[in-house]
């Protein structure tokens, strides 16, 4: 009687969490991960791998993907996996090295780069956000460490977020997107 009590709580929990993530599917669009759902026509975006260009630091997030409107910075996909919105830098670009901070030379200087992100127009949640602070160097150039910050370009007909100096916010309250902002 336990082991079908058991098991019925279990195909439950399996059920509802497939709910979540219901028919999306993994499109790549100029490097970066965008899933979709066909049936509702919305999607999210998942990540960008970045290749550490300064200068094309940028984003231009999709209005829509294969006709499926973008809405939402991550989300969940599969059978309820979450999936984050994050730039990663690309490992495999060479001449390039990634330290932890604390392996970062003493006489390192470190660089902000402020990473352009363009939003669309119908972007309304943050589900996930992610994104580790992470150093890159140039092997060339051993003394200077670099590291990404988000600066956000906000079209006016965005109902739910704006931008004032970089910066994202909430047009409902003018509260500051705190997912995308480094507490340290």
Avoid at 75 to 87: H, R, V, W
Wanted: glycine share 6%; with cysteine; net charge negative.
């Amino acid at each position: 009687m336990k082991k079908i009590f058991l098991f019925s709580i279990v195909l439950c929990l399996i059920l509802l969490s497939s709910c979540k993530g219901e028919g999306f599917e993994l499109c790549i669009q100029d490097n970066v991960e965008y899933n979709i759902n066909r049936k509702k026509k919305i999607g999210f975006i998942g990540q960008q791998y970045w290749d550490c260009d300064l200068d094309n630091a940028s984003l231009h997030i999709a209005d829509e993907v294969d006709g499926c409107k973008i809405t939402s910075f991550g989300g969940y996909y599969g059978i309820g996996s979450k999936d984050y919105f994050a730039i990663y830098l690309a490992y495999l670009t060479p001449n390039i090295s990634f330290p932890d901070k604390d392996e970062l030379p003493k006489e390192c200087e470190t660089i902000e780069i402020p990473f352009t992100i363009y939003l669309n127009k119908y972007l309304e949640y943050v589900q996930f956000c992610g994104q580790p602070k992470e150093y890159f160097i140039y092997n060339d150039s051993p003394n200077t460490a670099y590291y990404l910050s988000y600066y956000f370009i906000c079209p006016e007909e965005n109902a739910t977020f704006y931008s004032n100096n970089g910066k994202l916010y909430y047009k409902s309250n003018d509260t500051l997107v705190k997912e995308f902002y480094d507490e340290e």
